[in-house]
C-alpha cells in the first residue's frame, strides 16, 4: 500500500524557516517524480515544487521561488521541503504527492498545517 | 485568481445530474495536456476522481466521468449521492507558467 506521511509542520515567526519531510512506503521511490502542493485555510489547491525522480531536476511556483527548496533522499525514501523567509500567506497544509506520470498526480499524503504568525 | 476556472459552487437533490466545468487557456487544456480530477471531502486530503481527461482509477463509481473539448474539461456525476458533498478541483500543466495549475474548486452540495 502507497503511504505518503508528511511532517515537520508547526507555528513559525515570519521571516522564519522550516523544514518539512515527506516519509514514502510501498512503493519505489526512487522511481517517482515527486511533488509539494499547499492548500491556505479554506482555499483551494496550489502547485508548490517538483523533483524529479533522481533529484537532479526541480521547478518551484514563483510564489516560492528563492525561497523554498524540494530535495529527496532515495536512500531514505523522504522528500523534503526546506522553506526560507517565511511570509504569513504561506500558511498552508502542505501535501506531499507522488506524480505517476507526466504531471498526473496517483496518491496524496495526508498534509501538515505549517502556520506563520507572529 | 486561478489559471483554470471552476464555478465556485453547484447543487443537485439525491439521483440527479451535476456537471463542473474547468475552462483553461491555450497554454494549458488548449495546448493538448491532460486534465485531472480530484474530490476533497471535508476535513480530509484529496484523492484522485479522474485521471488523463476520461479514465477513472479502481474503484471510483462509474457514476463518475471526465471530459474534455478544446480549451475546457467537465466532470459529471450522475445518481447523486449524499456522499459525494465534497470540494473538487481540475488540475493540468501550463507551459506558460511550466508548473501545475489547479482549478479554483467547485463545492457540491446535495440538497
Known sequence: EVQLVESGGGLVQPGGSLRLSCAASGFSFSSYWMHWVRQAPGKGLVWVSRISSDGSITSYADSVKGRFTISRDNAKKTLYLQ???????????YYCVREHDFWRIDYWGQGTLVTVSS | QSVLTQPPSVSGAPGQRVTISCTGSSSNIGAGYDVHWYQQPPGTAPKVLIYGNTNRPSGVPDRFSGSKSGTSASLAITGLQAE?????????????????????????TVL
Open chain 2, 84 to 108: 459525494d458533498e465534497a470540494d473538487y478541483y481540475c488540475q493540468s500543466y501550463d507551459s506558460s507558467l511550466s508548473g501545475g495549475v489547479f482549478g479554483g474548486g467547485t463545492k457540491l
Open chain 1, 83 to 93: 522553506m526560507n523567509s517565511l511570509r504569513a500567506e504561506d500558511t498552508a497544509a
